[in-house]
């Protein structure tokens, strides 16, 4: 049975043409993507946690 990352991987290449954070692939995250991904990493600019997803409702509506 394939490793499902490497399955996964495997398939994003496929569509991409590439892989997805290939710099060279045109289709890669943008600038403010990568910051997202970055803050995520680091534990900045988050919201949450959340325990119901009314919460996490109502936090979307308040912006």
Request: glycine share 4%; no cysteine; net charge negative.
């Given at each position: 049975?394939?490793?499902p990352?490497?399955?996964?991987?495997?398939?994003?290449?496929?569509?991409?043409?590439?892989?997805?954070?290939?710099q060279?692939?045109?289709?890669?995250?943008?600038?403010?993507?990568?910051?997202?991904?970055?803050?995520?990493?680091?534990?900045?600019?988050?919201?949450?946690?959340?325990?119901?997803?009314?919460?996490?409702?109502?936090?979307?509506?308040?912006?």
């Amino acid at each position: 049975m394939a490793n499902p990352t490497t399955k996964t991987t495997a398939e994003m290449t496929s569509k991409f043409e590439g892989t997805p954070l290939d710099q060279a692939n045109p289709l890669r995250p943008n600038s403010d993507t990568i910051q997202a991904m970055d803050d995520a990493i680091s534990g900045r600019n988050l919201i949450g946690p959340f325990e119901t997803v009314d919460e996490i409702m109502a936090s979307l509506e308040e912006d």
